[in-house]
């Protein structure tokens, strides 16, 4: 237990599978995924105990199967309402018989059940309100992040903008394929957002068909771009030059 962690789906494993190690009368564990990383990070630690791990996406269900000790589920919680997500996620399992009423389970989820769901709702309603346009999200370092797992659940997003993503601590990798081009833009002197994680993103993103992924990094800018002069206008530079090339072409 004195190791340190670096990435939020480590932690979230260790702690899951510690609580369930030390607390008594637990009957599994219970992790809501959009990668499937948590659940592959927790089948790797030892508890003896089942891991439920739903996801919405049918291709993350199936690479789970190969996970040790993890029971994959097709579970589409995002038409939950955000507060009864943890008992609809226990009510399906009890529909399939893998757990007893009363028992006790461990549970975790991820951002996809606060800020995606938000950002869900607003493209909701702009496509209720503007039916045929074109859709485009903006985000900066976990709001990047965020935007990401919007762009997979709405087909309607044409590109985006990604300012400072965190692939340090985040995981990408649920962009397989990235359905859409777009603009990656980061600070070479960025101390939270490592640019070695920012170009490896940039790098498997690259190798995928049928989109283009433009990325830029502003010489000697943090992850902020602090400079007004310096960084901070040559990336709103960057960003209003590449949105403008986009508008004028069909293509995604």
């Not at 995002?78 to 549970?107: D, F, K, M, P």
């Not at 965190?166 to 859409?180: G, I, K, T, V």
Request: with cysteine; proline share 4%.
């Amino acid at each position: 237990m004195d190791r340190a962690f670096s990435r939020v789906d480590e932690t979230i494993a260790m702690a899951a599978v510690y609580a369930a190690n030390h607390l008594e009368r637990v009957a599994g564990m219970v992790c809501l995924t959009e990668s499937g990383t948590t659940a592959l990070r927790m089948s790797r630690l030892s508890s003896g105990l089942p891991i439920y791990a739903l996801s919405r996406h049918p291709e993350i269900v199936r690479r789970m199967c190969l996970y040790r000790g993890v029971r994959p589920i097709l579970f589409d919680y995002t038409v939950c309402a955000a507060g009864e997500v943890a008992q609809e996620a226990v009510n399906e399992l009890l529909r399939r018989g893998l757990v007893g009423s009363g028992e006790r389970l461990i549970l975790t989820r991820g951002a996809l059940l606060g800020e995606t769901l938000d950002a869900l709702a607003v493209a909701t309603w702009g496509a209720v309100r503007s039916p045929g346009a074109r859709v485009w999200f903006a985000g900066f370092s976990f709001g990047a992040w965020i935007g990401m797992q919007l762009l997979m659940r709405r087909p309607e997003i044409t590109g985006f903008v990604s300012v400072s993503p965190d692939a340090s601590r985040y995981d990408f990798s649920f962009l397989a394929p990235c359905p859409s081009s777009g603009l990656i833009i980061n600070g070479s002197a960025d101390r939270i957002a490592p640019p070695k994680d920012t170009q490896s993103l940039v790098n498997k993103l690259h190798e995928q068909k049928g989109i283009t992924i433009t990325h830029t990094e502003i010489e000697g800018a943090d992850h902020f771009f602090k400079d007004e002069e310096a960084h901070m206008q040559p990336m709103i530079q960057t960003v209003s030059d590449y949105v403008r090339r986009r508008m004028t072409e069909a293509t995604r």
